[in-house]
């Protein structure tokens, strides 16, 4: 907890603070109390003391008072009467001090008595020594004046008052220490109850301070438990509050927020303790990746709270298809990964693969629509794919990739060839993005002839690549690569402006070749300014547009409309489109009825059969009929032979493209071979 936590004034620490006050408040009246209990128990014990000292000091005098009476009484007159009357004084002088003190002291009745008993009380015992004192001093000075009668007075005076103490003793002169005797008694009886009481108080004192102390430690003990226990209360929600912070922080850092699998870097982590732990223990284990087919499209059309349902649905499959031992996370977008820590043989991992493809598979239900979601999964075992994770990692995403590329909701397991297969397509793409820089792809023409007079009407311009170390590689070999790693745009304007700039160039050596095809991507029909791209082209190279003719794959997604808009762009601009390698491909008829579509190229599957076949023959016959009334020009490809090229011929077609004419040549061959050999098909 924080000291900032402490001393923000809220709730609890105003409480505390109050609660502290008040403890303040009652343990300062106790300590005034208890400090005013002491204080009166020592002020008792003072006075006490000093009615003890003031009694010693009368006893003293009592003890004196009698030695000179006893001295009178043996005849010692001067002096000791002398002293007797001193000490008589004394006496007198002494008893009410210690009356004055003893008064003061509030003594107790027991006390009281020893010192006012109106018998044998100390205050009467002195008062009658003092008067025998006084009286043997009298008498002696009667004595000296008259002495017969009055030493018989004086004695029947201290006769009557010993008989008064003693109960009647008789004698004239009394024995040795008998004078002042029961005053000396009280005397010691008062000094020993008063030191009797004292320390009886001072018991009482000890007794009341431990008992003061002791309260006060407990009073003190429990206010430190009433103020402390709040904030130990609040510090320990605190410590409470923070611990679930810290969970929750530590959980939102190791999992993903939208399915609540582990994340990236927590599966990272998993799956490197789940490598060593296989090294060390000598076991197999298993990664799966799994890749949503279609996600985009779903996100697409349906909206990401769509595609958030769709990966939230997958990730509960992939939870409850899972062992304790079994792991699952999602490495980010549409792709999930399990590890498979613990395997006995390799096919378990291939049994969980395909529970997770068909639980995957089930529909999933977003706003009353169904999805069907499907993956491709690919999975790799540990050791036999890779040694360490980064090894099984690419190793379990190639097999995924090959999954991928075989279609929809494939499995597939990774094999070494995929590797082999991997670094040469990585080896491509390094080629290939240096190869259109540095001047490695020529372009080729072949030429189309018309059938009856063999005149050459166009040439459609098809790329080559002139591969440092494998020769001329015709477009099958690469195009795909170059399409992955999106160069195909890039190729369409290089080829384009190639083609373009050698029929300018062609035509200024004076042979005309007529149009020129150029194979154009959906990639580049996609571009907003394709259209101003190419009509600047012609214009720079002084080519008419209606010398061009752009050959559109029949896969083209004539669906699209940014497709048809720049198709009728060219269209409007008097370039031509032709739509390539019809008949093989799933073209929707209706997009043909389109005015812009003003080419169509017949595929060479269809040519093959020709001359075995009376239904590819009327199929053909059909197809030559059917674009001529709809006023397209057509255009058979691959034709090889002149049995084909007549067959043809007499269903109705009337361009042709083959090797039968040419091959595809470079620019400087095409004139001198395709000039020579021109064959007519009556
Ligand atoms: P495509 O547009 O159908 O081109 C015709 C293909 O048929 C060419 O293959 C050509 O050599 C081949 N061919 C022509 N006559 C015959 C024949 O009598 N018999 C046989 N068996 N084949 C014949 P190529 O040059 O290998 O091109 C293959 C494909 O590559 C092309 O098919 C085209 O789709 C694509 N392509 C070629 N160049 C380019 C280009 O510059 N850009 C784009 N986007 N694609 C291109
Ligand atoms: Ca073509
Ligand atoms: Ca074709």
């Given at each position: 907890m924080s000291i900032s936590h402490l001393f923000r004034v809220s709730a609890t620490t105003r409480s505390v603070l109050g609660r502290y006050?008040?403890?303040?408040?009652?343990?300062?009246?106790?300590?005034?109390?208890?400090?005013?209990?002491?204080?009166?128990?020592?002020?008792?014990?003072?006075?006490?003391?000093?009615?003890?000292?003031?009694?010693?000091?009368?006893?003293?005098?009592?003890?004196?008072?009698?030695?000179?009476?006893?001295?009178?009484?043996?005849?010692?007159q001067a002096e000791a009467r002398k002293e007797a009357r001193f000490e008589a004084e004394g006496l007198q002088a002494g008893l009410a001090k210690l009356l004055d003190t003893f008064n003061r002291s509030e003594p107790q009745t027991e006390v009281r008595s020893i010192m006012d008993d109106p018998h044998d009380g100390l205050a009467r015992q002195v008062h009658m020594l003092v008067e025998r004192a006084k009286a043997a001093v009298a008498e002696h000075q009667e004595t000296q004046h008259a002495p017969s009668s009055h030493s018989g007075s004086a004695a029947t005076h201290t006769e009557s008052m010993n008989h008064q103490s003693h109960?009647?003793?008789?004698?004239?002169?009394?024995?040795?220490?008998?004078?002042?005797?029961?005053?000396?008694?009280?005397?010691?009886?008062?000094?020993?109850?008063?030191?009797?009481?004292?320390?009886?108080?001072?018991?009482?004192?000890?007794?009341?301070?431990?008992?003061?102390?002791?309260?006060?430690?407990?009073?003190?003990?429990?206010?430190?438990?009433?103020?402390?226990?709040?904030?130990?209360?609040?510090?320990?929600?605190?410590?409470r509050r923070a611990d679930l912070v810290t969970s929750e922080l530590e959980y939102l850092a190791a999992h993903d927020a939208l399915t609540g699998l582990l994340n990236r870097g927590q599966i990272d982590r998993v799956l490197s303790v789940a490598v060593k732990d296989a090294v060390n223990t000598n076991r197999q284990m298993g990664l799966i990746l799994l890749d949503l087919d279609g996600f985009k499209a779903v996100n697409d059309t349906l909206g990401h709270a769509a595609g958030d349902a769709v990966l939230t649905a997958v990730a509960k499959r992939i939870q409850s298809i899972l062992s304790s031992t079994n792991i699952g996370?999602?490495?980010?977008?549409?792709?999930?990964?399990?590890?498979?820590?613990?395997?006995?043989?390799?096919?378990?991992?291939?049994?969980?693969?395909?529970?997770?493809?068909?639980?995957?598979?089930?529909?999933?239900?977003?706003?009353?629509?169904?999805?069907?979601?499907?993956?491709?999964?690919?999975?790799?075992?540990?050791?036999?794919?890779?040694?360490?994770?980064?090894?099984?990692?690419?190793?379990?995403?190639?097999?995924?990739?090959?999954?991928?590329?075989?279609?929809?909701?494939?499995?597939?397991?990774?094999?070494?060839?995929?590797?082999?297969?991997?670094?040469?397509a990585r080896l491509i793409d390094n080629e290939i993005k240096s190869a259109l820089p540095s001047g490695q792809f020529e372009v080729y023409y072949q030429t189309i002839h018309e059938a009856d007079s063999g005149r050459i009407s166009a040439a459609e311009a098809l790329i080559r690549w002139h591969h440092p170390r494998r020769g001329i590689l015709t477009p099958d070999a690469f195009l795909e690569d170059l399409?992955?790693?999106?160069?195909?745009?890039?190729?369409?304007?290089?080829?384009?402006?190639?083609?373009?700039?050698?029929?300018?160039?062609?035509?200024?050596?004076?042979?005309?070749?007529?149009?020129?095809?150029?194979?154009?991507?959906?990639?580049?029909?996609?571009?907003?300014?394709?259209?101003?791209?190419?009509?600047?082209?012609?214009?720079?190279?002084?080519?008419?547009?209606?010398?061009?003719?752009?050959?559109?794959?029949?896969?083209?997604?004539?669906?699209?409309?940014?497709?048809?808009?720049?198709?009728e762009g060219f269209h409007a601009a008097g370039i031509r489109v032709a739509v390539d390698d019809f008949g093989v491909g799933s073209v929707s008829m209706h997009h043909l009825c389109k005015p812009a579509i003003a080419v169509v190229k017949i595929d060479r599957a269809l040519v093959r059969d020709i001359h075995s076949s009376s239904e590819c023959r009327a199929l053909m016959a059909s197809i030559a009929g059917m674009f001529r009334d709809m006023g397209k020009s057509v255009i058979v490809e691959g034709v090889e032979t002149r049995q084909e090229a007549e067959l043809l011929r007499a269903v109705g077609f009337e361009q042709f493209q083959g090797f039968l004419w040419a091959r595809p040549l470079p620019a400087a061959e095409v004139l001198s071979t395709a000039l020579a050999i021109q064959p007519k098909v009556a």
């Open positions: 006050v008040v403890a303040l408040l009652i343990l300062g009246v106790l300590t005034a109390l208890s400090f005013m209990v002491v204080q009166s128990l020592i002020a008792r014990m003072e006075a006490s003391e000093d009615v003890v000292a003031q009694a010693s000091e009368l006893r003293s005098s009592v003890h004196k008072t009698m030695l000179a009476l006893d001295r009178i009484s043996m005849g010692d109960g009647g003793g008789g004698a004239r002169h009394l024995a040795h220490g008998a004078h002042g005797a029961p005053a000396m008694k009280a005397v010691d009886a008062l000094i020993k109850k008063l030191r009797e009481n004292a320390h009886a108080e001072q018991e009482h004192a000890a007794f009341v301070h431990n008992v003061l102390g002791v309260s006060m430690l407990v009073i003190l003990l429990i206010e430190a438990a009433i103020i402390f226990r709040p904030l130990l209360k609040r510090a320990e929600t605190e410590t996370g999602r490495l980010g977008g549409d792709e999930f990964i399990v590890i498979l820590p613990n395997l006995q043989k390799e096919s378990e991992a291939e049994t969980i693969a395909m529970q997770l493809l068909s639980s995957i598979s089930e529909p999933v239900y977003f706003e009353g629509r169904e999805i069907i979601p499907d993956a491709s999964i690919g999975y790799a075992m540990f050791p036999i794919a890779g040694s360490n994770v980064a090894a099984l990692l690419s190793a379990a995403d190639l097999a995924m990739y090959n999954a991928k590329r075989s279609g929809r909701g494939r499995i597939s397991k990774f094999s070494e060839q995929m590797r082999a297969e991997s670094e040469r399409r992955r790693i999106g160069q195909m745009d890039a190729l369409t304007t290089f080829v384009l402006g190639e083609a373009i700039r050698q029929v300018s160039t062609w035509r200024r050596a004076g042979f005309n070749i007529g149009n020129v095809h150029v194979n154009v991507a959906e990639e580049f029909l996609l571009k907003a300014d394709a259209l101003n791209e190419l009509k600047s082209l012609l214009a720079a190279h002084g080519v008419h547009p209606s010398s061009l003719v752009l050959e559109i794959p029949e896969e083209t997604s004539l669906n699209n409309p940014a497709v048809v808009a720049t198709i």
